[in-house]
């Protein structure tokens, strides 16, 4: 497949996601790990239903609000208000600023919200990201918010202001990463760091070829860490491949699709 295909493809798929994976973390400790799926569409409104792995845990404690998915997928026509309380509310009177840094429309729908600004909020433990479905020719594409922008040298924080959209970047690996080994640096033309990708998405990222990352959507200090960088991911995934299934992902009821 070539570059402009899998571009064009990219454009198509971005704005049709309906399914986040939902993870979460330890406070500053271990890397995100996915606990599951949040979807959303006409005929069932809202659903969330848990990864088997996650429930069988040990230590497993439902989401606040969510106990009545331990068994199955639990649906409602209204956003859960765990999720509910991270889009960025209409009555806040940042909510322009917010949305034109995601590069949203003001009157966005709550899960256009959450898919891009990725329903974190500072000090939190919970963050949702892309579950992208994959066309029928194995493009993949989505958006994701560059995480750990406090933690690069202030150079680099001003890089990212002068970052173009459309520009290209790149992941480098970074197996010294004291947190996790398989972490991947996002970085400019030149290898200036300028945050990394969300670890859960390590794994589809690694099954795929053909890698295009280029900036959505570059902000100023004046937005918060969280919402500096939006970065677009395009890729060819092997034959039949898809992402997030098989029994690793397998849900207390079966997938959702």
């Known amino acids: 497949m070539t570059t402009s295909t899998i571009q064009a493809a990219s454009q198509q798929l971005v704005?049709?996601?309906?399914?986040?994976?939902?993870?979460?973390?330890?406070?500053?400790?271990?890397?995100?790990?996915?606990?599951?799926?949040?979807?959303?569409?006409?005929?069932?409104?809202?659903?969330?239903?848990?990864?088997?792995?996650?429930?069988?845990?040990?230590?497993?404690?439902?989401?606040?609000?969510?106990?009545?998915?331990?068994?199955?997928?639990f649906c409602s026509r209204t956003l859960f208000p765990?999720?509910?309380?991270?889009?960025?509310?209409?009555?806040?009177?940042?909510?322009?600023?917010?949305?034109?840094?995601?590069?949203l429309p003001v009157d966005a729908a709550p899960f256009e919200v959450l898919v891009r600004s990725q329903g974190q909020r500072v000090g939190d433990t919970i963050e949702l990201l892309p579950a992208p479905h994959i066309s029928d020719d194995g493009a993949v594409s989505f958006l994701f918010l560059a995480h750990g922008v406090r933690h690069i040298p202030v150079e680099a924080q001003e890089r990212i202001s002068r970052l173009a959209q459309?520009?290209?970047?790149?992941?480098?690996?970074?197996?010294s990463n004291p947190i996790n080994p398989l972490a991947q640096m996002v970085t400019d033309a030149e290898e200036?760091?300028?945050?990394?990708?969300?670890?859960?998405?390590?794994?589809?990222?690694?099954?795929?070829?053909?890698?295009?990352?280029?900036?959505?959507?570059?902000?100023?200090?004046?937005?918060?860490?969280?919402f500096r960088l939006l970065v677009r991911f395009a890729g060819q995934l092997p034959h039949g491949l898809q992402p997030f299934e098989g029994p690793l992902w397998a849900t207390v009821d079966g997938d959702i699709d």
């Open 15 to 73: 704005p049709t996601a309906s399914r986040l994976l939902v993870t979460t973390r330890v406070p500053d400790g271990e890397p995100y790990r996915a606990v599951g799926f949040l979807t959303h569409d006409d005929d069932r409104g809202y659903c969330f239903t848990y990864l088997r792995r996650e429930v069988e845990r040990v230590d497993f404690r439902p989401l606040p609000g969510l106990t009545r998915a331990v068994d199955s997928t």
């Open 192 to 226: 200036i760091q300028v945050g990394w990708l969300p670890d859960p998405l390590i794994p589809l990222v690694e099954q795929t070829t053909s890698r295009e990352l280029t900036v959505e959507k570059a902000n100023g200090p004046e937005v918060g860490f969280h």
């Open 82 to 103: 765990i999720f509910a309380e991270r889009v960025i509310s209409s009555r806040r009177p940042d909510r322009a600023e917010s949305m034109e840094a995601l590069g």
């Open 166 to 175: 459309g520009e290209q970047l790149l992941l480098r690996p970074e197996p």
